[in-house]
């Protein structure tokens, strides 16, 4: 016979699991954000109509984020929580992305008026305001909007090109070039006051943009496959 412990144990471990039973933090198209219990928890799944896409963005991001966290990064990153779905620390999202650039990619070379594919001297680090045009914004700027505080700047840059040296050497080794990162940073908070400032959201080509010449014209699941075989996740039939 169960005791109400172990009845309770169960009932919960069956609302963490049953997205009906969970409580939404975040929807965005591809990706939900569930509040998993009152430790400062989230489950982050991953989403969408093909299955197969969807669990090899959570095992490539977990690969990546578990990659930083034996670097150093300090990330939002816990541990995996099923087949599409990883726990994170909960966090306030910052209202901007770090785009660091390390060669030219279509879009940078669209706005900036210069060749795409031209490899720069030194990363090119951009901030851009999560808004419909994504605006491309400066550091004055989240200053004295009072998005972060003036010395927190230097740790998430220091954060963000270190994100890159590491993540451009890890896909490196299997025949990959990166050409830019889009990372996103959220601030964790502890007995109700400002902690620290994490990298967040997720790592997988959705915001690691890749350079590969032999894979041109490939649909995104057919990218994601092929990519998911180079680094071990997926068996070559």
């Not at 990153?77 to 030219?104: C, D, R």
């Not at 994490?198 to 943009?209: F, G, R, Y």
Request: charged share 25%.
């Amino acid at each position: 016979m169960y005791s109400f412990k172990k009845v309770f144990i169960i009932h919960l471990v069956n609302n963490l699991l049953n997205p009906v039973f969970r409580q939404i933090a975040f929807k965005g198209s591809n990706k939900t954000l569930y509040r998993a219990d009152a430790t400062g928890e989230f489950v982050l799944s991953f989403e969408g109509e093909d299955s197969k896409l969807c669990m090899i963005r959570n095992r490539i991001s977990q690969i990546i984020f578990e990659l930083l966290s034996d670097c150093g990064v300090a990330n939002h990153y816990i541990k995996p929580h099923g087949m599409k779905e990883q726990k994170v620390v909960a966090l306030e999202m910052l209202p901007f992305f770090v785009n660091v650039v390390g060669s030219t990619t279509d879009a940078v070379a669209k706005r900036l008026m210069c060749a795409p594919g031209m490899k720069l001297k030194n990363y090119l680090v951009e901030l851009i305001l999560k808004q419909n045009d994504n605006p491309v914004v400066s550091k004055e700027h989240i200053v004295s909007f009072d998005w972060i505080k003036a010395g927190e700047w230097e740790k998430i840059e220091l954060s963000a090109r270190r994100s890159m040296d590491i993540i451009y050497s890890f896909f490196k080794a299997f025949g990959f070039t990166v050409s830019a990162v889009c990372l996103e940073f959220g601030r964790m908070y502890k007995d109700g006051l400002a902690h620290d400032i994490l990298l967040a959201d997720e790592m997988s080509l959705q915001n690691i943009q890749l350079s590969i010449d032999d894979m041109v014209g490939m649909t995104e699941i057919d990218t994601y496959v092929e990519v998911a075989k180079r680094l071990g996740i997926l068996k070559y039939e």
